[in-house]
């Protein structure tokens, strides 16, 4: 989770495994311990009785979006840390692609904002350029005066 090292399956909230293992939203309605073991009492759930739950994860309503769920484990999303502006040739690719696929520039803006800088680089001040493939769009950018400048976007053929 920020490039140091290996995480495993769960360590992550993505629904792309490399086992067909389910993902479910439940309401978790109680616990209890019951012959030295922790049994959660959910409600919701879309599976088969005395199905073992592997993992589970809090609530975030603003990653979950479930409407009329509560959380409580994070009330928002983490605030961007960094600017994000685009050189006038990004710009110019920019608006073409908010034609075919709108929001796509409000998306990588929040992408970008949030720092996605492998954790390690703090290791390597030196480096200032990166890059990111959103989709089919390949995003590269610098990262001056604290802020991040996007100089090239190339749209990549879907396979």
Request: net charge positive; aromatic share 6%; hydrophobic share 40%.
């Amino acid at each position: 989770m920020g490039g140091n090292r290996r995480t495993g399956v769960f360590a992550t909230r993505s629904g792309f495994r490399p086992n067909p293992i389910g993902m479910s939203a439940v309401v978790l309605e109680g616990m209890r311990r019951h012959q030295g073991k922790l049994l959660l009492e959910l409600s919701g759930i879309d599976l088969l009785d005395r199905t073992p739950v592997l993992d589970i994860k809090p609530y975030l309503p603003y990653a979950d979006i479930i409407p009329e769920a509560v959380g409580g484990f994070a009330a928002g999303p983490p605030r961007p840390s960094l600017s994000v502006g685009f050189t006038d040739r990004a710009r110019q690719v920019c608006t073409l692609l908010e034609n075919d696929h709108p929001g796509f520039v409000d998306l990588l803006k929040q992408v970008l904002s949030a720092d996605p800088r492998p954790a390690y680089i703090n290791r390597q001040p030196a480096r200032t350029d990166f890059g990111i493939r959103l989709y089919n769009v390949n995003i590269r950018w610098r990262i001056r005066q604290g802020a991040i400048v996007v100089h090239t976007i190339e749209v990549r053929p879907d396979p």
